[in-house]
């Protein structure tokens, strides 16, 4: 298992601050989750809902022989799922179909901020990362 440049850059930062900070630093990534491009704003259907989580977070991805794009939606009202959604965004987006399914799991953990938010939104952000790769898998498999 591995973790890309970026997602050791996403540790990094959530290493150099206190505990006290880290959710604040968990919305900034919130506010950085981008939006939809307009090529799937109008196509909701191809979008996965992420039933792990308790807001209404939906995926995509585009898989090519290189490269995997990665669309998340959250809302806005729900600030550290959109945070978690940004972060995975952030780590996979651009990667090649390997790095994502070799993708560590315990990234998640390695975050440190199981211990400041629920186990239910931890469980949200396994799911949005499984779904991520089952997708890749599916669509590698597809090609």
């Known amino acids: 298992m591995t973790i890309t440049p ?17 959710l604040e630093l968990l919305l900034e990534y919130a506010d950085a989750l981008p939006e939809l491009p307009e090529r799937y ?3 909701p259907e191809l979008f996965e809902r992420v039933e792990e989580c308790q807001s209404p977070v939906f995926l995509f991805t585009e898989v090519s022989r290189d490269k995997v794009l990665v669309f998340l ?15 995975l965004q952030v780590s996979l987006d651009g990667q090649s179909p390997e790095r994502v399914l070799q993708f560590d799991d315990t990234f998640i953990e390695n975050l440190g901020v199981t211990a ?6 931890i469980r949200g952000m396994h799911g949005m990362l499984n779904r991520i790769k089952r997708q890749v898998r599916e669509k590698v498999n597809a090609l």
């Open 41 to 43: 704003s109008t196509q």
């Open 116 to 121: 400041l938010v629920s186990p239910l939104r």
């Open 73 to 87: 939606t959250a809302p806005v009202e729900a600030p550290t799922t959109r945070g978690f959604a940004s972060i």
């Open 6 to 22: 970026a997602a050791e850059e996403v540790i990094a930062a959530f290493k150099e601050v206190p505990d006290s900070a880290k």
